[in-house]
């Protein structure tokens, strides 16, 4: 029998738990205007917090709605102040839970894993298939919608296996009936912009990864969020895999692929690779996505644009640039960074309109 949780409540609404998401929430954002209001009164506010949640009048809400259009259009729901400091609370006490029972080959937002990681792990896999046959073949999928797909009786019951305090899973069920449409009669969906949507995310996916590996017993099988792969030497094998896996998303989580999925050769004679976490990923070397390099061209010239009108710092420049090139970095672009970075000057603003000034 599984084990269960018990007595998790007291762990995340004490001052200090509390004290300790609050720093977690404002990291990078102090200049923010709601973080300057929160923080004039920063222990009342903390306190207040607390007693919403130890005499149950703590409600999830309301959402802001907005939409994102890189890498690609997504609709974001951002929730006050409040409500996040309450789910880094929670979040903080119950991940451990399940962080040690996640596979290997799940890399989305775990502690010391990535899209670094993950694509270092496709490219060691292509390599073993590639020694072990001399050919590699993939199934690359997407879950059509995810987080708009996932039904929250199926997700409360999966937390129910590993969870039964009953005042956490009270806070846990208003946060995943927040999002709720009014009148629906099977609620699904969760929102992309919580903190609790990523582990929610993956406790959901945790099934699949579960029967992937201990039932159908593939052994390069990673997975990333919505978007997962299996890499192997036989087409055939891969397709009746992807068969097997269809059947379980739709008959046990209520998911399916998107039209995006497909078994596929990989190999350098025919200029196929493995599209995966912003790569594409070969056996013997990796590219950055030709789109990656587009949007930063754009992003440079905004930049270089807004530099020179006073707007932006080079400091602030500067953290964009290097988180592209960190990311650019883990794959064969020198000559791509080169001409990225160096197709745009930034001139300096005129004196009355620099930023500090």
């Excluded at 094998?237 to 046990?252: K, P, Q, V, Y």
Aim: with cysteine; charged share 30%.
């Amino acid at each position: 029998m599984a084990k269960t949780y018990d007595d998790l409540f007291g762990s995340f609404t004490t001052f200090e738990a509390l004290h300790r998401a609050w720093g977690r929430v404002i990291r990078g954002r102090r200049s923010q205007t709601d973080v300057i209001r929160f923080e004039r009164d920063l222990e009342p506010n903390l306190i207040d917090i607390q007693n919403a949640l130890i005499w149950k009048t703590y409600q999830t809400g309301p959402y802001r709605n907005f939409r994102v259009f890189e890498p690609k259009e997504r609709n974001i729901s951002a929730l006050p102040l409040k409500d996040r400091i309450v789910q880094h609370a929670l979040v903080e006490t119950i991940e451990p839970i399940w962080e040690k029972r996640f596979i290997f080959d799940s890399y989305a937002c775990r502690p010391g894993k990535g899209t670094h990681s993950g694509a270092d792990r496709a490219q060691a896999f292509l390599r073993a298939a590639l020694r072990e046959q001399g050919e590699v073949y993939v199934l690359k999928a997407d879950i059509s919608k995810y987080f708009p797909s996932v039904c929250h009786d199926v997700l409360k019951r999966l937390i129910r296996r590993r969870i039964a305090c009953k005042d956490t899973l009270w806070l846990i069920d208003g946060i995943i009936d927040s999002s709720a449409e009014p009148g629906m009669v099977m609620p699904r969906g969760i929102p992309i912009g919580n903190l609790t949507s990523q582990l929610f995310a993956n406790i959901y996916l945790h099934e699949l990864d579960e029967f992937v590996k201990y039932e159908l017993r593939e052994k390069r099988y990673l997975r990333y969020m919505d978007d997962f792969a299996v890499i192997g030497t036989d087409k055939a094998h891969l397709h009746e895999t992807r068969r097997a896996i269809e059947d379980f998303l739709h008959a046990n989580l209520g998911l399916r692929t998107n039209h995006k999925t497909q078994v596929f050769p990989v190999s350098i004679t025919n200029g196929r690779s493995l599209d995966f976490l912003g790569y594409r990923i070969w056996p013997t070397h990796r590219k950055i996505r030709k789109d990656s390099a587009g949007r930063m061209r754009r992003k440079m010239k905004r930049m270089a644009r807004q530099y020179h009108e006073g707007k932006i710092t080079l400091d602030q420049v500067s953290q964009v640039v290097m988180s592209w090139v960190g990311h650019a970095g883990h794959a064969d672009t020198f000559r791509l960074r080169s001409r990225v970075l160096g197709d745009v000057a930034f001139i300096p603003p005129p004196r009355g309109r620099r930023p500090h000034e």
